[in-house]
Structures are given as C-alpha cells and as structure tokens.
C-alpha cells in the first residue's frame, strides 16, 4: 500500500534559520512526488514536481530534492510569510496521496 | 487564465440532510477531483471526474455521489449527512486525467451539527 509520513508534525524556526522538512514514501512505481504549500482555511497551493531520484527544483527560498525513498524541502533563510502547511503527495491511481503535513511557523 | 473556484464558501447543515457543493475547473482542464481535508490531515481523495464519466473513487460510501458537465463544471453530492463529514472540500482540477499535477480551488467549508 502507498504511504507518505511527512516529519516534524510542526517546526517553529526564527527568521533567517535555515531547515529541511522530510517526505518519506513507499509506492510501487513512482509517478510525480509533488509539494504543495497551504495557508489556514484555504486549498493547497502547489510548488513542486519531482519525477526521480536526483532532481531538485528551486523557487525564492525553497528547494526540493528526491531520492528513491524520501524528499526534502530545504527553506533557506525563512521570513514569517513562509508560515503555513506544507503537504507533500505521491501519485496513487488518479488521486494524489498526501502526508499530514508539516506545519511551518516563523516568528520574526 | 482563471484558476479554480468553488462555492459556497462556508455551509451549515444538520445531520441526516444532503447538500451540493460546485466547482468550475480552471481553464483548459478537463478533468476535476475531489478531496475531503478533515482538521490537521492530509486531503483524502473521493473520485475523480473525466469527460463526464467518474474515473477513479476513493475510499468513501455511495452516499459521495458527484457529476461533471460540458464545461468541465463539476458538483459533489453528499446524502444522508453524518457528523464526520464535516470537512474542508477540495476542489482540483487538471489538465487531462494523466496529468498528475492537479490545482486546487479555496474549499467549501462544510460543518454539520
């Protein structure tokens, strides 16, 4: 069966503390591993694509990387308008398989 | 390029009623899923909906009925409402069925008492 534990459940970082969120994944045959940010109340804003093992894709302070068992999304120098959940989701069937999430707070 | 919109924003029912919520795709996307997001988890998928016709279902009772139309518009169906269907619904929409990276709306926010 398809599984994705994202870890920590929560991460409380100061402005400019750079740190890395884990995606960890089981799924027979790999078909897109996608990040998607979401603010309280609101749907999820999507990020990132990753298809294998080595890719790494970049936007402002955010930086994903693969591997053939987990992702990483690296934030570097967070501000506190990077606050919010962060999802992560496997491609399972047609759906997208999403982890809890990682809920990310940073205090000025 | 309008993205993906879904209404109500908020709703109130009671237990035992049915409600509909509705979604417009966004432009140039055929295809729209459904998700249900309960209180600090992840969305859980319902079905999916492609060229009018459910093409994936998840783990959920009949009762989660849904229909797609001409315009790539769709509506979830939800009967006989229970408690703990009270969730965020999702709304995401993509540009065919095999396209994996899905866009989704703001939810309807469903509270049944």
């Known amino acids: 069966e398809d599984q994705v534990t994202q870890s920590p459940e929560a991460l409380r970082l100061q402005e400019g503390e750079s740190s890395s969120l884990n995606c960890s994944y089981t799924?027979?045959?790999?078909?897109?591993l996608f990040w998607y940010r979401q603010d309280p109340g609101k749907g999820p804003e999507f990020l990132f694509t990753?298809?294998?093992a080595g890719e790494e894709k970049e936007k402002e302070r955010l930086k994903a990387t693969l591997t053939k068992k987990e992702s990483f999304l690296h934030i570097t120098a967070p501000k506190p308008e990077d606050s919010a959940t962060y999802l992560c989701?496997?491609?399972?069937?047609?759906?997208?398989?999403f982890g809890k999430g990682t809920s990310l707070l940073v205090t000025p | 390029e309008t993205g993906v919109t879904q209404s109500p924003t908020h709703l109130i029912k009671t237990r035992g009623q049915q409600v509909t919520l509705r979604c417009s795709s966004q432009?140039?996307?055929?295809?729209v899923s459904w998700y249900q997001q309960a209180l600090g988890q992840g969305p859980q998928f319902i079905f999916q909906?492609?060229?009018?016709?459910?093409?994936g279902r998840g783990n959920f009772p009949p009762r989660f009925s849904g229909l797609q139309f001409p315009n790539y518009s769709s509506e979830l169906n939800v009967n006989a409402l229970e408690l703990d269907d009270s969730a965020l619904y999702l709304c995401?929409?993509?540009?065919?069925?095999?396209?994996?990276?899905?866009?989704f709306g703001p939810g309807t926010r469903l509270t049944v008492t």
């Open positions: 995401a929409s993509s540009l065919t069925s095999s396209a994996y990276e899905q866009y």
């Open positions: 799924v027979s045959g790999l078909r897109g």
């Open positions: 990753l298809y294998s």
């Open positions: 989701a496997v491609v399972t069937g047609y759906a997208l398989n």
């Open positions: 432009s140039g996307h055929n295809t």
């Open positions: 909906y492609y060229r009018e016709e459910e093409n």
